[in-house]
């Protein structure tokens, strides 16, 4: 165990607990934008009871995703401070725009839309939750593109052992970007609309079991109709935008990453019509060559002969990731994934009519099932993460440059492990604290509201305050 | 002028609205426990900050993200050799965000009084260690280190008094006022010492005629904060905010003024930056957003400039 590991390590501890957060920034935002607008175009108050249910939720979360973001900044300063310095030219710009462009477009807004109900007409405070999830989505987009940035090099050169940008348009237009942003923003949907209808799965299976509880708040499941409908569509459409782009970010992989495309798989030798094996030891002829290539008899390079001619063209050393971690986190985000964008599909089906004429409810077992709409896309998502990002070792940059060449010099084993340790411990306290609030809010379920203002009633007219509209959301 | 050279007053720029805007927000968050009485009175110091805390926090990712991208080796060998201050300073940043966040969403009181523990804690560690790391940075000294610390965590608790002042009414205003007074029995002194620093720092003997643009900042600095003293013991608080804010505007500018042309020791920001096409393509981007995040910002204090004041719970 050196520095090296540890800093290893630590940004995958960073980067994956940062990441169960993000999804429901980016996806959930978007939700609560469109309660909030049904809200304003309708003036229903079951909308805006919904809007500020799943608003608070969206917000205790969001948090949690800003501040491990600080993190992630600085932890390539701090522990890879020879990548910095390589990649800095290229990789420094994105992350610039980043927080220019995306995130004070969403910190502001968001501090303007949760202060704001009293303050701001209603037109301009439904515009501002709009600017706070437009940041959000564009922050995904710029730290994607820099991500990608590592798997596929392009628009720089390298000039004095530093890479030196030549065309930001072809850094932020890098195919391994196009394919990546949708991948990963509508994954990101889809644990947003799985996090909704677990919510939504709750309250309808707690009414059915005591309806006196809840019947005075409201009747009976009709008011999670609308989100879990909403949800549904949500999961439903994300999740075929996951699998169209991970079908192109899989082809990119063949060309780009061979070598994670054969460990992901755990082909050895090159094969021609390369089989697919869903799980070890039944395989699907040709549907590897298939799905990386779109033709079944094409060659698929495996991890064995890859080493080799990885050797000749860099040198001796071990070119293979770590083979059982990026095998087995490839098939649990597809499955898991699968699963969850099955399961919004059957919803639908099963909720389908229209609502005014004797809809049809929920039923129970699929609320049930719901509840695994949580859990299963996250697992999907980091899953997804890990094959990515282990996947792309022993390279932080393919081709370019080494992890064991990124890491700070300058930094011993002491600090990185004072540094893992306390961030370890305070990301599982806030990870129990943060669950244990979210629990509490999800069982309080939406409180009652004062009668909506007009949506065109200027503000404090009507008897509702600050107080009134949004009671929890001040400090 | 120079790519580099303009890109380096950015990142200084960038640092200074940061030490101006998050100034307040961390000496807020600080004596928000000695400001307020009662829960009614912590929700109205908090809520000043509330809409704003988190847009001044991107000042420092900016700034960061800025550094990485026009001088990537200034970037990572400073986040790099000042490693466990700058894991404090995140610690800090994370409990008092969060803190802040969820201190309304909570149920109970316990769990209340752990936000604010969070916000006092996350407020202070980084409003002490940002002035101790870049007066190590300048001195590379550690006494000199702990003089930096103390003068930006007692100036950034006069800047936060002065502001509470400046935005709530009542027994909060009043009570502001005199902590402002009593912060500043250790804010002045130890800004005379620490501005007084700067303009030599990097030169053997004290010259005044090396830098005297260092000097007149340096002066102007500690002047702006005497100035901000007075002011807020005459009542007159916006002028009061507007100096201390200006102490710590210029107190930037003269640090920024003596780490130019070599932010780290060994290091100039000739050798330290990236190519000219970054820096070429960036200015452009940069130029052409940066009036809308000042506008849209600035609109954002604007809609929020009302006193606050102390709602029954």
């Known amino acids: 165990m050196d520095a090296?590991?540890?800093?290893?390590?630590?940004f995958g501890v960073t980067t994956v607990y940062h990441f169960l957060f993000v999804p429901l920034t980016i996806g959930l935002g978007v939700f609560v934008a469109g309660l909030q607008t049904a809200w304003h175009r309708t003036g229903k108050e079951h909308y805006l009871r919904l809007t500020k249910f799943f608003g608070k939720l969206f917000l205790i979360n969001f948090a949690m995703g800003v501040v491990t973001g600080i993190v992630q900044e600085f932890q390539f300063g701090m522990n890879w401070s020879e990548y910095s310095v390589f990649v800095g030219d290229v990789f420094g710009a994105p992350l610039a725009l980043e927080a220019l462009l995306a995130f004070f477009l969403e910190s502001t807004f968001l501090g303007l839309w949760?202060?704001?109900?009293?303050?701001?007409?209603?037109?301009?405070?439904?515009?501002?939750i709009w600017a706070a999830v437009i940041g959000s989505n564009l922050s995904a987009y710029f730290i994607l593109a820099a991500n990608a940035w590592m798997k596929h090099p392009v628009g720089y050169e390298v000039v004095d052992g530093r890479a030196r940008m030549t065309d930001l348009w072809a850094v932020l237009t890098n195919p391994t970007a196009t394919a990546q942003v949708p991948h990963v923003v509508a994954a990101s949907f889809v644990v947003a609309g799985g996090f909704v209808l677990a919510v939504c799965g709750y309250h309808v299976l707690r009414e059915r079991r005591d309806p006196d509880r809840t019947r005075p708040v409201r009747r009976g499941a009709d008011m999670w109709r609308t989100p879990i409908r909403a949800a549904l569509v949500m999961t439903a459409i994300a999740g075929a935008v996951v699998a169209v782009s991970g079908d192109t970010s899989a082809k990119l992989m063949y060309e780009q990453q061979p070598m994670k495309l054969a460990a992901a798989e755990g082909l050895r030798h090159d094969t021609a019509g390369a089989p697919f094996s869903p799980v070890p030891?039944?395989?699907i002829p040709m549907m590897l060559s298939l799905l990386s290539t779109n033709d079944p008899n094409a060659v698929v390079q495996g991890t064995e002969d890859l080493q080799k001619r990885f050797t000749q063209q860099f040198g001796p050393a071990d070119y293979r990731p770590n083979m059982p971690v990026v095998f087995w986190s490839f098939r649990v985000m597809i499955v898991f994934g699968l699963a969850t964008v099955g399961l919004a599909f059957l919803g639908l089906w099963l909720t389908r009519g229209r609502r005014k004429r004797n809809p049809r409810q929920v039923p129970s077992w699929l609320a049930r099932a719901f509840l695994l709409a949580l859990p299963l896309p996250t697992l999907a998502v980091v899953a997804g993460w890990l094959l990515s990002e282990i996947g792309r070792q022993p390279w932080t940059v393919q081709g370019e440059l080494l992890t064991a060449a990124s890491v700070s010099p300058?930094?011993?084993?002491?600090?990185?492990?004072?540094?893992?340790?306390l961030f370890t411990a305070l990301y599982g306290a806030l990870a129990l604290a943060e669950a244990v609030l979210i629990v509490r809010h999800v069982k309080s379920g939406p409180e009652p509201?004062?009668?909506?203002?007009?949506?065109?009633?200027?503000?404090?007219?009507?008897?509702?305050?600050?107080?009134?509209l949004q009671p929890t959301l001040m400090y | 002028m120079e790519l580099t050279t303009f890109w380096f007053a950015v990142i200084a720029f960038l640092w200074t609205g940061y030490f101006v805007l998050e100034g307040f927000d961390f000496g807020v968050g600080l004596l928000a426990p000695a400001l307020s009485r009662n829960e009614a009175e912590r929700r109205q110091v908090l809520g000043t900050i509330g809409p704003v805390w988190d847009g001044n926090e991107v000042w420092l990712i900016t700034a960061v993200g800025a550094m990485f991208a026009?001088?990537?080796?200034?970037y990572a060998g400073m986040l790099s050799s000042f490693y466990l201050p700058l894991t404090l300073v995140l610690a800090g940043l994370i409990v008092r965000g969060v803190g802040l966040e969820w201190r309304g969403k909570v149920h109970h009181a316990s769990d209340r009084a752990w936000c604010d523990l969070g916000i006092m804690v996350g407020s202070g560690l980084p409003a002490f260690l940002w002035g101790a790391v870049f007066a190590d940075l300048l001195h590379g000294d550690a006494l000199a280190a702990l003089v930096g610390g103390v003068?930006?965590?007692?100036?950034?608790?006069?800047?936060?008094?002065?502001?509470?002042?400046?935005?709530?009414?009542?027994?909060?205003?009043?009570?502001?006022?005199?902590t402002a007074m009593a912060v500043s029995a250790v804010a002045v002194p130890a800004a005379v010492i620490a501005l007084s620093g700067i303009p030599s720092a990097r030169t053997a003997v004290a010259d005044w005629t090396a830098a005297p643009w260092l000097w007149v900042c340096a002066l102007a600095a500690t002047a702006a904060l005497a100035a901000g003293v007075a002011l807020v013991w005459r009542g007159r608080e916006g002028w009061a905010f507007t100096a201390t804010a200006s102490c710590l505007a210029l107190g930037g500018l003269a640090l920024f003024g003596a780490l130019w042309p070599a932010p780290m020791p060994n290091l100039t920001v000739t050798?330290?930056?990236?190519?000219?096409?970054?820096l070429g393509v960036l200015t452009w981007i940069g130029l052409a957003a940066l009036p809308f995040v000042l506008g849209y910002q600035a609109w954002s204090y604007w809609v929020f400039r009302r006193r606050l004041v102390a709602e029954p719970v």
């Open chain 1, 449 to 468: 509201v004062a009668p909506a203002r007009r949506p065109d009633a200027p503000s404090g007219v009507g008897g509702n305050t600050a107080a009134d």
């Open chain 1, 410 to 421: 300058g930094v011993g084993l002491g600090e990185v492990a004072v540094s893992l340790a």
């Open chain 1, 4 to 10: 090296l590991d540890l800093a290893r390590w630590q």
């Open chain 1, 114 to 128: 949760i202060f704001g109900w009293d303050r701001l007409p209603k037109r301009v405070h439904l515009a501002t």
């Open chain 1, 281 to 283: 030891g039944v395989e």
């Open chain 2, 151 to 178: 003068f930006s965590l007692s100036v950034c608790a006069l800047h936060g008094a002065v502001f509470v002042a400046l935005k709530t009414t009542g027994a909060v205003r009043a009570r502001a006022r005199r």
């Open chain 2, 70 to 74: 026009a001088f990537p080796a200034w």
């Open chain 2, 271 to 278: 050798e330290a930056a990236s190519g000219p096409y970054t």
